[in-house]
């Protein structure tokens, strides 16, 4: 372990660069440039609100705000983005790295951490959209939002733990990620982001809290549209159960690490 | 005083299969199963070799050559034995692993030195040395898509080679690239061998083993079958090639380097044996600039042929031709051939001819041209390497036995160039 983190430490520059470069490279040549990592989010946010809001805003309680179904749509689709993005390249982090991997020496575990990085840059950067267009619209989130890094630490966790697992696999057996590429798409529908948990059948209310996805992503309404604190008890199971998960993956990944170059 | 830089102990390699994944997940656990089949494709390898030395890797495709040096770069884990290894290892054979071609080339460079474990206050100190080796100019400063091809070689080359490592791995990868930037390769390798950087070449290019290595080993089907003098291991792995070669009796011969000889012809004659020999009668495939050797073409008649003229040809390896003849022109048309007549063609020569490889190409004809009967064609019959072992360097294609002097007036001196010796006069 200690190790690893000093091969870390070792190799900051080169991860710093190259979540830097994956960043410059993703909107190399195109005339938007960053802007796109924006424009992206919006416009999804955009879509759902304008095809939903009218089924939906009736059924937000507790707040007032005409826009208040954006909001509530924003805030979810904040947690979700660092959550799915941080799954989805993890997943083939190693298969695309695979060619470095086999020729060039260095810690394999910079690939996931770049990976968290970059999603994180973005990640930042939709939280500020979400705040501007939270102030736009008169909303400026309070003080509760402050909770927000620590809701980010959760859900790293937890997509990282996840993603390294799936990741490792992945090399193996590569149905894995065209397999999970559709369980995300579910994930996203049975977690309340478009929708409320109101609406949500009891009978089924039981199952939802078996999604870690739930708490996170309600937390993030919470902090940031209802202006409540986090329930930290609630939270605190999905926060150990993450860090475990890490840690299946780590040592999952320091197993499988020799062999993986061997199948790549 | 030697002491290992690099020492290979009874390194193995295996690559497992599992028959299913389930069983491989398994076995990190700590399950064997019975069902795992092992597969080796490198076995008990072992030698060491000392600080400053210059050691070539031969062996066919195939034979587990770029296994052994991943797992001395430390990419591919070894399944039995280990590699010890005394310092950083650099290998050429990762030249622009990592670019991004939407990056500078000094974005490049930067990133990449990243990922070869260098701090970003060291990286800066290297820069300019990397940026004035690559001499690009300007271009160090475009994105990489706008390079050609050689220029990304320099750009890797230098980055490669920027810091002295104390092993360096040198694989095929310098072949490409123009002729100035490849000596200036070569020069900075030697450079860094005299500063006591051990090399390890891998390279099919026999000639530069030769002129490299102080010592060659040999990789067979994954062993390690010869280990001494590079003229030894070159002429033992000559032989395995040779034997590999007459045992094929289709008429589609692969070579070692991946060429392929094709005969074509309507076969009333053919070639049985095609070969070089030096004035001792002995068959070589390395041929001292300016020696005296015979090629020995071996011919069976199969069916009655009126009038048989045998052509050969020496082409170097951009396929342009050097010398070629026929009997016809020699005045030795072969007259009512029978079938089952043996004829052999010796044609002595002196090899003044460019460093390099060459390659042979014969004919069985009626006439002076192949057009009218072609008996038999074949391209690459025959590949032989000349390399200057004896005489003064030079450069170009021909070799032009020389006397060279210079007069001074009170002590004139002269140099017998062929012999290398200088002496007062």
Same mark, same amino acid.
């Given at each position: ?46 879509? &759902? ?17 005409? &826009? ?9 689709? *904040?947690? @979700? ?12 982090? /190693? ?37 501007? $267009? ?12 402050? @909770? ?66 739930? @708490? ?36 999952? /990944? %320091? ?5 993986? !170059?061997? $199948?790549? | ?13 295996? &690559? ?5 994944? @389930? ?18 494709? *490198? %076995? ?55 670019? =991004? ?72 990868? #310098?072949? $490409? ?12 390798? %030697? ?54 070669? +007459? ?61 048989? $003229? ?22 030795? !048309?072969?007259?009512?051939? %029978? ?12 090899? =003044? ?17 192949? #057009? ?11 590949? /032989? ?16 036995? +020389? ?23």
């Amino acid at each position: 372990m200690k190790e690893m983190l000093l091969a870390i430490w070792r190799y900051r520059h080169f991860i710093l660069s190259s979540i830097r470069n994956d960043l410059r490279s993703r909107f190399a040549r195109s005339k938007l440039g960053a802007l796109w990592m924006i424009l992206q989010p919006l416009a999804q946010v955009a879509i &759902y609100s304008l095809v939903l809001s009218r089924i939906m805003s009736a059924k937000l309680p507790g707040i007032d705000s005409r &826009y208040a179904y954006s909001l509530y749509l924003l805030s979810g689709m *904040l947690a @979700w983005s660092l959550f799915s993005e941080i799954v989805s390249r993890s997943l083939t982090v /190693f298969v695309d790295n695979g060619s470095m991997l086999k020729k060039i020496v260095f810690p394999r575990v910079c690939l996931p951490l770049i990976v968290v990085g970059s999603a994180l840059v973005n990640n930042f950067l939709l939280l500020v959209v979400t705040i501007v $267009v939270f102030a736009l619209l008169g909303e400026f989130p309070g003080a509760t939002a402050l @909770w927000i890094p620590a809701l980010m630490v959760c859900g790293v966790a937890f997509a990282l733990g996840l993603g390294l697992l799936l990741g490792v696999l992945n090399v193996f057996i590569r149905d894995i990620n065209q397999f999970m590429q559709v369980i995300l798409q579910l994930w996203f529908w049975l977690t309340p982001i478009v929708y409320m948990t109101t609406i949500i059948p009891p009978a089924l209310m039981s199952w939802m809290r078996l999604n870690p996805m739930y @708490w996170i992503v309600t937390e993030y309404q919470g902090v940031l549209v209802y202006g409540r604190g986090p329930e930290l008890m609630s939270l605190l199971p999905i926060l150990v159960s993450s860090l475990v998960l890490l840690i299946v993956g780590l040592l999952l /990944f %320091r197993k499988a690490a020799p062999d993986m !170059v061997d $199948v790549l | 005083m030697t002491h290992a830089v690099l020492e290979i102990r009874n390194v193995g390699k295996s &690559y497992r299969e599992f028959g299913s994944e @389930w069983r491989r997940f398994a076995s990190w656990l700590g399950f064997r199963s019975s069902r795992i089949k092992e597969h080796w494709v *490198l %076995r008990n390898i072992g030698f060491s070799v000392s600080r400053g030395e210059a050691v070539g890797i031969v062996g066919q495709n195939g034979a587990g050559k770029s296994t052994l040096l991943k797992i001395v770069t430390g990419t591919l884990g070894a399944s039995e034995g280990k590699v010890i290894a005394a310092g950083r290892i650099a290998a050429i054979l990762e030249l622009g692993m990592g670019f =991004n071609p939407d990056l500078t080339g000094r974005q490049n460079v930067e990133h990449s030195a990243g990922l070869m474990g260098f701090s970003l206050a060291h990286i800066q100190k290297l820069l300019p040395d990397i940026e004035a080796f690559a001499e690009i100019g300007e271009y160090f400063d475009e994105p990489l898509r706008t390079y050609s091809s050689g220029m990304q070689m320099r750009v890797a080359f230098s980055l490669a080679t920027a810091a002295r490592p104390d092993v360096l791995i040198v694989d095929e990868a #310098l072949s $490409v690239g123009d002729a100035y930037f490849v000596h200036k390769c070569f020069k900075r390798i %030697r450079q860094f061998r005299e500063e006591g950087t051990t090399l390890l070449i891998v390279s099919h290019d026999k000639a530069a083993i030769q002129a490299l290595c102080d010592r060659a080993v040999m990789i067979d089907k994954g062993r390690l079958v010869a280990d001494g003098a590079p003229q030894e291991v070159l002429d033992l792995y000559n032989a395995l090639i040779a034997e590999k070669e +007459t045992a094929d009796t289709i008429r589609q011969v692969v070579g070692d380097d991946g060429t392929t000889a094709i005969a074509s012809g309507t076969g009333e004659a053919s070639f049985e044996r095609v070969k070089i020999e030096n004035t001792r009668g002995e068959v070589v495939e390395f041929v001292g600039v300016g020696d005296t050797v015979d090629l020995v073409l071996d011919v069976l008649v199969h069916k009655p042929i009126a009038s048989l $003229v045998i052509g050969y040809m020496l082409r170097d390896r951009l396929g342009q031709t050097v010398f070629g003849t026929n009997t016809y022109h020699e005045g030795m !048309v072969i007259a009512d051939a %029978r079938p089952g007549d043996r004829f052999q063609l010796r044609a002595r020569f002196a090899a =003044n001819v460019g460093v390099g490889s060459y390659s042979v190409s014969v004919a069985l004809a009626s006439s002076e041209t192949h #057009l009218v009967n072609n008996y038999e064609w074949r391209d690459l019959a025959l590949v /032989f390497t000349v390399a200057n072992t004896m005489r003064t360097t030079f450069v170009g294609g021909t070799w032009l036995p +020389t006397s060279v002097s210079i007069r001074q007036d009170s002590a004139p001196i002269s140099f017998d160039v062929a012999s290398g010796a200088a002496g007062s006069v």
